[in-house]
């Protein structure tokens, strides 16, 4: 028995298949979410409503502008890197210099833009925000080295780095506890100085992996620009759809409503760790190969992502008053319906994300990013209309109805688009046999 034991947990740990890194992701995921439960735990009961609002609005814009700015440069790379394998260094040296442009240049314009969107916060927060603002290449170019090492099948490698900022953030938030100096200021400045120095390791360990060089990446450019303008619109939505309600309800709503809402938003998202651990290994694992593997493997992750998710969401559903209670303290149950409301969202989004995988994978984003941009246009005014009614819930509810719409959109899209049948969202016996074999198989080989 020791001895099974053993050979599944070096499978988990060593395996190399597309099962096993989908394993070795979502234990990552796992890990990471238990930290970020503590570390929201600690700034929503030291900081209250108020102060964790202060604190997400300082840190969300630079989040926000490097991922409303990649062009879809990173699933570009991740679709040329394998399929030109042999052209790696130039299309990873041209990624490079165009987010790094893309970067400096949205810097630039977050911090002309914030005086006028943080009106209502007091000029010495607004300062601050700005100054925050340089992240947005580093986090930027963070997306693009991670993608890099996962298109490279270093999954292990990849999956440290993102283990190791929430780590970060846990044990500076502690210190700050500690010594009594936790402010807004200095609880941002936890999340955001762990992912400078993950990044730093990054370039030292990619300067081995690519060579870079300046000059002859004509031909990279027009190939990365070109697949990524096609699939910049899916990105774009995956962003909006997680950011867009935030940075609206910084401008409308007060901070101890956007500390209440950022709790319940972010609570909520750990359903996210299924369907994430999943798309990080599938669009990897099937670019550039046949539409029907494609098509086949995305729907068993659809599947298989959507089954953990529901079982996962209803247990946390029921649970919402004892968790939040439990976890953030009683100011912070006014977050339950919303909360409850975002759950749904979250499951149903995330569905979204892995079904789109396979147009992706195939090289035709761009006719699934009109309709998914057509989707998440009914959010905006949706949030303007129902925020001033309903109040949080309101934006929970903008959030649903746009995710709703894109489900039944990109579903739709497999029969006009890729001309195959779209997959069932149910669970199969072949589903589990494929897991369960490809499991024995790789761990025979470490055996």
């Given amino acids: 028995m020791l ?15 597309t099962v096993a890194a989908t394993a070795q992701t979502m234990m990552t995921m796992i890990g990471i979410l238990g930290i970020n439960v503590l570390t929201g735990m600690i700034t929503a009961r030291t900081l209250g409503p108020a102060g964790r609002g202060e604190q997400a609005a300082l840190i969300l814009w630079p989040e926000f502008l490097a991922n409303v700015v990649t062009l879809g440069i990173p699933s570009a790379l991740v679709y040329n890197l394998r399929r030109y394998p042999e052209q790696r260094n130039k299309f990873f040296s041209a990624a490079v210099i165009i987010c790094t442009i893309l970067g400096v240049t949205s810097a630039i314009v977050g911090v002309m833009f914030l005086p006028r969107w943080l009106s209502q916060y007091p000029p010495g927060m607004i300062r601050t925000a700005q100054l925050f603002m340089p992240i947005v290449p580093i986090f930027l170019l963070a997306q693009l080295f991670a993608v890099s090492l996962e298109a490279s099948s270093q999954f292990a490698i990849s999956n440290v780095g993102k283990y190791m900022m929430p780590v970060g953030t846990l044990i500076m938030l502690v210190g700050f506890v500690a010594s009594d100096n936790m402010t807004s200021y200095n609880a941002a400045m936890a999340y955001v100085l762990p992912g400078i120095v993950v990044f730093a390791t990054r370039v030292g360990y990619l300067r081995n992996m690519f060579k870079f060089r300046w000059v002859g990446l004509k031909n990279a450019y027009r190939l ?6 096609r699939s910049y619109g899916v990105e774009l939505v995956k962003t909006l759809s997680g950011q867009l309600s935030q940075v609206v309800i910084v401008g409308l709503l007060s901070s101890n409503n956007l500390g209440i809402y950022v709790v319940a938003l972010s609570l909520s998202r750990m359903m996210s760790v299924f369907q994430t651990s999943f798309v990080t290994v599938l669009f990897p694992s099937v670019a550039g190969r046949p539409k029907e593997e494609v098509v ?14 529901c079982c996962a969401g209803i247990v946390v559903g029921l649970l919402a008053p004892l968790v939040l209670d439990a976890l953030y303290g009683e100011r912070f149950l006014a977050a339950i319906a919303v909360f409850r409301i975002l759950l749904v969202e979250i499951i149903v989004s995330g569905t979204v994300w892995v079904f789109l995988q396979a147009f992706m994978a195939v090289g035709k984003p761009g006719f699934v990013t009109l309709l998914q941009g057509l989707g998440v246009a009914f959010s905006v005014p949706l949030m303007f209309l129902l925020i001033p009614i309903y109040g949080l ?7 649903l109805c746009s995710s709703s719409i894109r489900l039944l959109l990109v579903y739709l899209s497999y029969g006009f688009v890729l001309k195959v049948k779209p997959p069932s969202l149910l669970l199969n016996r072949e589903d589990l046999a494929f897991i369960f074999q490809s499991a024995r198989r790789k761990q025979k080989k470490i055996s």
């Fill in 224 to 229: 990365l620009v070109g697949y990524g303008i």
């Fill in 3 to 17: 001895q099974n034991l053993s050979k599944k947990a070096r499978w988990l740990i060593e395996g190399k298949g």
């Fill in 296 to 309: 086949a493997s995305t729907g068993r992750a659809v599947r298989a992502s959507l089954a953990l998710t």
């Fill in 393 to 399: 819930e309101g934006a929970g509810m903008a959030l």
